[in-house]
């Protein structure tokens, strides 16, 4: 790659961006928003075949670790505790309005919406696990580029 090209052009764009440009970024309040309102969307995608699968994992991933990118800087602490209270909000929500949606072996049909949600979520342990761990990793690194 040449420093001609166009795509080294924007790479030295990028690295010029000043420090100033993060005033662009959301607000906490509307970071939660987004948030919510992208992982409702994924859910309803993954619930076009009634169960809810691997899409509704990955998207949770991708919601939490692009909220924490986005975020300004005074609302790292709110994306830093938003993986789990975003996962079992939506767990909560699909536990009491499509019940059967969520589908763990093993659990009794009579299971209430509570358990259901306790089930759901232990049964979404990995990707809370590895949503968590990245927004705090993007959090981690911008703390740090922001002291230097």
């Given at each position: 790659?040449?420093?001609?090209?166009p795509?080294?052009?924007?790479?030295?764009?990028?690295?010029?961006?000043?420090?100033?440009?993060?005033?662009?970024?959301?607000?906490?309040?509307?970071?939660v928003?987004?948030?919510?309102?992208?992982?409702?969307?994924?859910?309803?995608?993954?619930?076009?075949?009634?169960?809810?699968?691997p899409?509704?994992?990955?998207?949770?991933?991708?919601?939490?670790?692009?909220?924490?990118?986005?975020?300004?800087?005074?609302?790292?602490?709110?994306?830093?505790?938003?993986?789990?209270?975003?996962?079992?909000?939506?767990?909560?929500?699909?536990?009491?309005?499509?019940?059967?949606?969520?589908?763990?072996?093993?659990?009794?049909?009579?299971?209430?919406?509570?358990?259901?949600?306790?089930?759901?979520?232990?049964?979404?342990?990995?990707?809370?696990?590895?949503?968590?761990?990245?927004?705090?990793?993007?959090?981690?690194?911008?703390?740090?580029?922001?002291?230097?």
């Amino acid at each position: 790659m040449t420093m001609s090209s166009p795509a080294a052009g924007a790479v030295m764009a990028l690295a010029r961006t000043p420090a100033a440009a993060s005033r662009y970024d959301l607000t906490p309040r509307a970071t939660v928003v987004c948030a919510v309102l992208t992982l409702a969307a994924v859910t309803g995608l993954d619930l076009i075949d009634g169960r809810l699968g691997p899409a509704f994992a990955v998207g949770f991933v991708l919601v939490v670790l692009t909220a924490a990118a986005a975020v300004q800087e005074r609302g790292l602490f709110t994306v830093g505790v938003l993986p789990p209270v975003l996962l079992v909000g939506a767990l909560l929500l699909l536990a009491s309005t499509v019940p059967d949606a969520i589908v763990i072996e093993g659990l009794p049909e009579a299971t209430g919406v509570f358990g259901l949600t306790l089930n759901a979520t232990i049964a979404h342990g990995v990707p809370l696990l590895i949503g968590h761990a990245l927004a705090i990793a993007v959090i981690v690194a911008r703390i740090l580029s922001a002291r230097r």
